[in-house]
């Protein structure tokens, strides 16, 4: 995960160890913007935005963080141009290969999430072989939403119980919030403390639905690309400030 260096690699004192966010979410908005205020094409903003994405996982890594979440590639992004689709699907495979060794050097496990079976069929490969090659790592766990809509993973989750309740497997009465969250590509995953999305924009895009249901959230006006460590640190700031009642008083 070669990257640019961070700021620093530990803790920044104004930080409270014991109030992190155990896990981050993160919308990554901004890229084609970012490369067309340059002149260059989206393409080239995809790519610099994978830098950040692998300087921001070091970062959660080196700071407590134990888990990220990031939204590479929606259902709804499979309206963008035929070029721009089959370049990321090529990106998505070429990163996996090329980072494999160090996220094994650096314990990190890596998961994914959303429908994987519409992925071509070399990047499930890349995906298989990373997911169990990294299922033991120690480290930060590191989910990546693919092809994943909130929406279509509430509905799956759905259909799934509804057959168990058929089959007589499942009674009505026994189900509830804990059986349903075990339906979802998720399963097993703590939901997210704190959802951070770039671009300025104020909406989640159909991202998390069920398990941000009391995340704290973080827009920041940079762009993708742009987010770094010293974005990170504000993020976590605010975090940090705020009273998280859950409903309750």
């Keep these: 995960m070669t990257a640019e260096p961070l700021l620093t690699s530990s803790l920044p004192s104004d930080l409270d160890t014991e109030r992190l966010p155990r896990h981050v979410a993160v919308i990554m908005d901004g890229n084609g913007r970012w490369a067309q205020q340059r002149g260059l094409p989206r393409i080239m903003g995809h790519r610099r935005g994978v830098d950040t994405l692998k300087k921001l996982l070091r970062t ?11 939204y590479a590639f929606s259902t709804e992004n499979w309206g963008r141009p035929l ?16 980072e494999l060794a160090e996220m094994m050097e650096e314990g990190v496990r890596i998961q994914f999430v959303g429908n994987l079976q519409s992925l071509p069929a070399s990047l499930q490969t890349e995906i298989d072989k990373a997911v ?10 590191f989910t990546v939403a693919t092809n994943y809509g909130g929406r279509q993973e509430i509905v799956q989750a759905c259909r799934a ?12 009465e026994d189900i509830d919030e804990s059986m349903f969250a075990h339906h979802l590509y998720t399963a097993g995953l703590d939901d997210p403390d704190l959802l951070i999305r770039t671009s300025g924009e104020m909406r989640i895009s159909n991202f998390l639905l069920w398990q941000l249901a009391y995340a704290e959230l973080y827009v920041t006006d940079a762009l993708w690309p ?8 504000q993020a976590l700031c605010a975090y940090q400030k705020r009273h998280r009642r859950f409903g309750k008083v």
């Design 60 to 70: 959660c890594s080196d700071w407590g963080v134990m888990a990220l979440t990031a």
């Design 161 to 172: 119980i509804a057959k168990q309740v058929q089959q007589g497997k499942v009674a009505l």
């Design 226 to 233: 742009d987010f770094n460590t010293l974005e990170f640190h």
């Design 132 to 141: 169990q090659q990294t299922r033991h790592n120690p480290g930060i766990r």
């Design 83 to 98: 070029e721009e689709v089959d370049f990321l699907m090529t990106l998505f495979e070429r990163v996996l290969r090329q």
